[in-house]
């Protein structure tokens, strides 16, 4: 799959980002071209090795279908989950990594579920930041947002 400059794509684990630019490098005596990904959480930019693309799973933002399927998911009742801390966390951490936003929807209602209900360890919390901040990402790219707004938005489904 192939990307041009402008488009919104989403890099699994770090988040959406519009590509800015696409370069050539040499790095460690290897030419290679290189998306360059602006973040607009945290104004961060990341380079991206084209040869990549596949195999890191990087995909188009998603359109306002996706976004209204996102909120939906966000507002139904949590999903049974593992009371065995390690399986609940493994299980969670796969739905992250697979890059699918409705998956990540997913972890970020289950966990503030359980975080309003019964608190969250250390690892989760982090856990529930780290997905928050992917998801937050996406929905500001997809509907054309500030972070504020989808933060706002995200906490009217969850309560």
Avoid: C
Wanted: charged share 30%.
């Amino acid at each position: 799959m192939t990307f041009n400059i402008g488009d919104k794509i989403v890099y699994p684990m770090h988040g959406a980002g519009i590509i800015e630019s696409i370069e050539e490098k040499e790095i460690l005596g290897e030419k290679k071209s290189y998306y360059v990904l602006r973040m607009p959480i945290g104004d961060m930019k990341l380079m991206i090795p084209m040869i990549n693309v596949g195999d890191i799973g990087l995909r188009k933002v998603i359109d306002e279908e996706g976004v209204t399927k996102v909120l939906d998911i966000l507002g139904q009742k949590d999903t049974p989950m593992s009371t065995n801390w390690n399986r609940r966390y493994r299980n969670n951490m796969e739905k992250i990594k697979s890059g699918n936003i409705y998956e990540l929807a997913e972890v970020v209602r289950n966990l503030s579920m359980r975080d309003k209900e019964k608190g969250l360890s250390t690892g989760e919390k982090k856990m529930l930041d780290n997905a928050r901040q992917i998801l937050i990402s996406e929905l500001v790219l997809a509907k054309n947002s500030k972070e504020d707004k989808i933060k706002n938005l995200l906490e009217e489904y969850l309560a």
